[in-house]
């Protein structure tokens, strides 16, 4: 680096204290270098902001915008707490997905801190949110500021017309499914305001002309429901337990339908996010990492803004190994900045090991490589895709086996020659959302009977639901209205049925 | 291209919303958390927050996770000793990080208790709201301090109205003197000058003529010197000062036999609490007083006075003896404001009654602002209640209470607020 070095530019001032002018300055010059890498970002909307808007932006899920609920007053006093006695620093930034991007800077960073936030966050985070397959397909960035504008209204809406109370508890309810509440194979259809208002209206009138024709008793009606008895409902077993509860549970009003979907939105909005935390902060940070680092080589940074900046930047990729008291898995920022520098060292300066691994990027061009792998993968298929032999070894990554019918734990692979693949494999495996999270489906609605619902957990490796699973069954029955049934589907075909709520009738006729 | 936008002077308490919905919906746990604080402070403490802890599983927002058990396989780094294959034991109790549970540790976190700060504001909401307070009474106290303007001086700036005019030209004045006095001399020693050189010789004399110039550029000097320059200004100088400015004594009656229990004791405290509190909002500096009695009434310091278990009979008219004794002593020079507070389970001695409505009477009550007595029983009122009742009509300053639970504390003071608000 340092040979490659030439001082012919006047290096940017470095002062502790950072100016808008001086932002504005950095900001020319990473823009700059970033479109010189092929860089493609959203345009970029960066606002500085106090560490009290931090936590703020903190409680509120990191989104500008949000409704009201107690979970987030919970969380504001956490992280106030936190921070106030020392045991957590704030993240130096907050980058919201949306178009223009907004990047939160904290008005309490150094010149150099804000410069590496731009680079990693306005430009690294930017760039990735606009390329991934995922974020193109699950999110919707020139609507979302739009889409949390409207929910906050209209839930302010409901809450005058309903009560908090009544809003209150439904968003408990909605917020306990908030993660099942995605077609991980379906994809979404894209958000506008305009059409939201009017959808929103159109469904809520049409709704209410179905319940409506409940109250007609025309003989023709009977003959049409004895034919629906003998079908099975769901046909098929759905995963997507929030959408069916929004368009099947019997009891919801139609005001009530929209807040489900409201949340299952919002839910479906971070669902990329949860499956790309790899990928997404390792190009960051090597983004960061490589702008800032050829700004320094075209000699527009000072010594002293390099030592600041590699300290941060040191710390930010530190990983502990697995013995030492602050280990806390794998640290996704060190595992992606490694691999997208190792991905570049394939393309670059392929050793023979590398030839074997990847044949197809082994000498390639590797910003072409670059945009194929940040656009086409999630963390799970890019670590089963590109993890190479030598970041194993760098890690001394090992796979342990934890089966509690054995008394004792099994290293089933680790860094050698015969334990890359299993290694990678494992690895991925442990980025799996399918795997990581219980399976369940929405098995069956007894039409016939007490129009209870049947939730099923297909088993997998024998892990069973966390205790916390008997109170989000309060929940559902609650949206449902009638009884919920949870089962487990043992691997071995036994079903047994672990949780039974029954809806108190008389709360809901309330309703 | 790019937007750099400052927001750090918009609008803060984006998330005020938040936490009042979140201290609506633990209110249970709030109002439990200041009872035990309560308990546990002096009843002069009631300018701070306090800390309140929820335990974690209260507010937990349940999702649906994996829990322990089944078959996991994770992948750790920094391997130093295994190879494929070990077989290893399983880790004690999560001991160190790298523990072999990968879910574990995710289900695991956070089961300590949720702990938060409420403000002095939130706090005293929430005792007031124990205590069933009207909402302008809780204003009134829960105001931090009143204050009054007051002369102070002067000083050199202000507004045009507060212009003290003397005193601006006393310094224009003073002014004036001041920069002109090195011409004066000057002018005065020209003067000599041409006194003697005018004895020898013509008025027209070349010498003469150029004193007389001189003294004609000092005295346009001398009348350069501005008449009033801003300078001088002088401004009648207003401050605020807190308003209350005397000072009070409180006297803590409590009985502490065998009779009164530990719930009866926290309801007085309370009841001592309030009327301090009361008191601070009128008064600058406040004494407090506490004594304590069963057949014996002796002055003790506040731990002693709630914490301490005696048991025995009882004889009021010992801290009614002692509170005369002290009042006299101490508090009768005309600086004090007495207020006098008892809380007892009415459960006296049955001759000893009379005596004590016969000292509050003759030797108390006519030197106390205002004498509260309730009595803590959940059942009739007992012997000494009859006989303060007789009190009532005669003494104005004089209120008394029968209390069970908290809500009924409040009645007491009303008499006393209607005085203060009035």
Not at chain 1, 168 to 182: F, I, K, Q, R, T
Not at chain 1, 227 to 255: C, G, H, S
Not at chain 2, 41 to 62: A, T
Not at chain 2, 368 to 384: K, V
Request: hydrophobic fraction near 35%; glycine fraction near 6%; include cysteine.
């Amino acid at each position: 680096m340092s040979a490659k070095r030439q001082k012919r530019k006047q290096p940017l001032p470095a002062p502790g204290e950072w100016t808008f002018e001086l932002i504005e300055a950095y900001h020319v010059e990473i823009d700059r270098v970033a479109r010189s890498y092929g860089l493609d970002t959203y345009p970029n909307q960066i606002e500085l902001i106090t560490s009290e808007q931090m936590m703020d932006a903190y409680s509120s899920v990191g989104m500008p915008v949000n409704y009201h609920h107690w979970s987030f007053g919970k969380s504001f006093l956490q992280t106030e707490k936190g921070y106030r006695c020392g045991q957590m620093g704030l993240a130096y930034e907050i980058v919201i997905n949306s178009n223009p991007c907004i990047a939160y800077l904290m008005e309490e960073n150094t010149m150099t801190m804000q410069a590496l936030v731009i680079a990693h966050a306005a430009y690294g985070h930017n760039s990735f949110f606009k390329g991934n397959y995922l974020f193109r397909q699950w999110t919707n960035a020139d609507a979302i500021v739009d889409y949390l504008l409207f929910a906050r209204n209209y839930l302010s809406e409901c809450e005058e017309r309903y009560g908090e109370e009544e809003v209150e508890l439904l968003l408990d309810s909605c917020h306990a499914l908030m993660n099942v509440g995605v077609d991980r194979y379906k994809r979404p259809a894209k958000l506008s305001l305009t059409k939201e208002l009017t959808r929103q209206r159109e469904r809520a009138e049409y709704l209410q002309s179905q319940v409506n024709d409940l109250w007609r008793t025309l003989p023709t009606q009977q003959i049409k429901t004895q034919a629906v008895e003998t079908r099975r409902f769901p046909p098929e077993p759905q995963e997507n337990l929030l959408y069916f509860i929004e368009k099947n549970a019997p009891l919801l009003e139609p005001w009530q339908r929209e807040v489900v979907r409201i949340v299952r939105k919002i839910g479906q909005y971070f669902f990329p996010q949860r499956q790309t935390q790899v990928m997404n902060e390792g190009w960051a940070t090597y983004w960061h990492y490589t702008l800032i680092n050829t700004l320094f080589d075209e000699g527009l940074l000072t010594d002293s803004f390099m030592m600041e900046f590699l300290h941060s930047h040191t710390n930010v990729v530190y990983q502990p190994a697995y013995n030492e008291p602050w280990y806390r898995g794998l640290n996704p920022y060190a595992l992606g900045f490694a691999m997208w520098q190792d991905i570049r060292r394939i393309c670059e300066h392929p050793t023979d090991e590398d030839r074997y691994w990847f044949p197809d990027i082994a000498g390639s061009n590797w910003r072409e490589t670059f945009d194929f792998a940040m656009r086409n993968f999630k963390d799970e298929s890019f670590i089963a895709q590109f993890l190479s032999p030598k970041v194993m070894r760098d890690f001394r990554l090992f796979a342990i086996l934890d089966d509690d019918h054995e008394g004792k734990l099994k290293v089933s692979a680790i860094h050698d020659e015969a334990g890359y693949r299993k290694v990678r494999e494992i690895l991925s495996d442990n980025y799996n959302l399918g795997s990581r999270e219980p399976n369940l489906q929405v098995w069956n609605v007894d039409l016939r009977g007490d129009r209870s619902l049947t939730l099923r957990h297909q088993a997998y490796l024998r892990r069973p639901l966390s205790d916390a699973a008997d109170e989000v069954i309060k929940h559902v029955a609650r949206l449902w209205g009638f009884a919920v049934k949870m089962e487990v589907a043992h691997e071995d075909g036994r079903i047994e049925v672990l949780y039974e709520r029954h809806q108190d009738r008389r709360k809901t006729d309330k309703n | 291209m790019v937007r750099i936008i400052d927001r750090r002077f918009d609008s803060k308490n984006k998330s005020a919303v938040n936490r009042q919905r979140f201290m609506r919906r633990f209110k249970g746990q709030i109002r439990e958390a200041v009872a035990d604080a309560i308990a546990g402070r002096s009843i002069k403490d009631l300018d701070n927050g306090e800390s309140v802890s929820i335990p974690s599983k209260d507010l937990s927002e349940p999702q649906f996770h994996h829990g322990k058990g089944g078959i996991w396989e994770t992948v750790f780094t920094g391997n130093d000793q295994f190879s494929s294959g070990d077989q290893i034991n399983r880790p004690q109790g999560g001991g160190g990080g790298g523990s072999g549970k990968g879910k574990a540790s995710k289900d695991g976190e956070g089961e300590d208790d949720f702990v938060f700060n409420l403000s002095r504001e939130e706090f005293l909401d929430v005792f007031f709201d124990d205590l069933a307070l009207p909402n302008l009474v809780k204003t009134q106290l829960a105001r931090i301090q009143e204050y009054k303007n007051q002369r102070a001086g002067f000083t050199n700036d202000g507004t045009p109205a507060n212009i003290n005019v003397v005193r601006s030209l006393r310094g224009a004045l003073g002014r004036r003197l001041a920069l002109a006095s090195p011409y004066q001399g000057r002018l005065r020693e020209l003067q000599k000058q041409i006194a003697e050189l005018l004895e020898t010789r013509p008025e027209d004399d070349p010498e003469i003529i150029r004193l007389k110039d001189e003294i004609g550029i000092l005295r346009a000097k001398i009348e350069a010197i501005p008449f009033i320059d801003s300078f001088d200004l002088r401004y009648n100088n207003r401050i605020k000062i807190p308003k209350p400015t005397t000072q009070a004594v409180m006297f803590c009656i409590m009985d502490v036999s065998g009779s009164m229990d530990e719930g009866k004791k926290a309801t007085a405290k309370r009841f001592f609490m309030l009327l301090y509190l009361f008191l601070t909002r009128t008064y600058e500096h406040i004494e407090v007083v506490f004594i304590r009695h069963h057949t014996v009434a002796k002055e003790v310091n506040e731990e002693d006075f709630f914490h301490s278990r005696e048991s025995g009979g009882t004889v009021v008219s010992s801290a009614i003896e002692l509170m005369k004794e002290i009042l006299h002593q101490r508090y009768l020079n005309g600086a004090w404001n007495v207020y006098g507070a008892q809380a007892s389970d009415g459960d006296n001695w049955e001759n000893d009654s009379p005596h004590c409505r016969e000292l509050l009477s003759t030797a108390i009550l006519p030197f106390l602002q205002y004498f509260a007595y309730i009595e803590i029983t959940p059942g009739e009122p007992q012997n000494l209640w009859r006989e303060y009742e007789k009190l009532v009509g005669a003494h104005a300053n004089f209120a008394m209470q029968h209390i069970e639970g908290l809500p009924d504390i409040y009645p007491v003071f009303r008499e006393l607020f209607k005085k203060k608000l009035a």
